[in-house]
Nanobody, 119 residues
Framework: QVQLVESGGGLVQAGGSLRLSCAAS????????MGWYRQAPGKQRELVAL???????NYADSLKGRFTISRDNAKNLAYLQMNRLKPEDTAVYYC?????????????WGQGTQVTVSS
């Protein structure tokens, strides 16, 4: 079994910062990519950022320059540093991983962490 557990969400004022963490655990042979998606009320889930095992990154265009993704491959951790937060960043943020485990190559999702940015 594989689990992704997020932490670090919360309430912050506009202009502030938050750092999300995601820990992957379980029967994992190799993590190909980790990342973050978010879903605001009434909207579809959207990509925030992805990082692969070679540390190549991919960001939503609207978030470049404010959000930074990183990972610790040795510890199966991923981080999302969010700066200059805006009320429109309010959403549930989900950790994502594409990995190779005992069940083969699969996508996994965390349970989500709420980020609320007040104006």
């Amino acid at each position: 079994q594989v689990q992704l557990v997020e932490s670090g969400g919360g309430l912050v004022q506009a202009g502030g910062s938050l750092r999300l963490s995601c820990a992957a655990s379980g029967s994992i042979f190799r993590i190909n990519a980790m990342g973050w998606y978010r879903q605001a009320p009434g909207k579809q889930r959207e990509l925030v950022a992805l990082i692969n095992s070679g540390d190549s990154t991919n960001y939503a265009d609207s978030l470049k320059g404010r959000f930074t993704i990183s990972r610790d491959n040795a510890k199966n951790l991923a981080y999302l540093q969010m700066n200059r937060l805006k009320p429109e960043d309010t959403a549930v943020y989900y950790c994502y991983a594409n990995l190779f485990g005992v069940w083969g190559h699969r996508d996994y999702w965390g349970q989500g962490t709420q980020v609320t940015v007040s104006s």
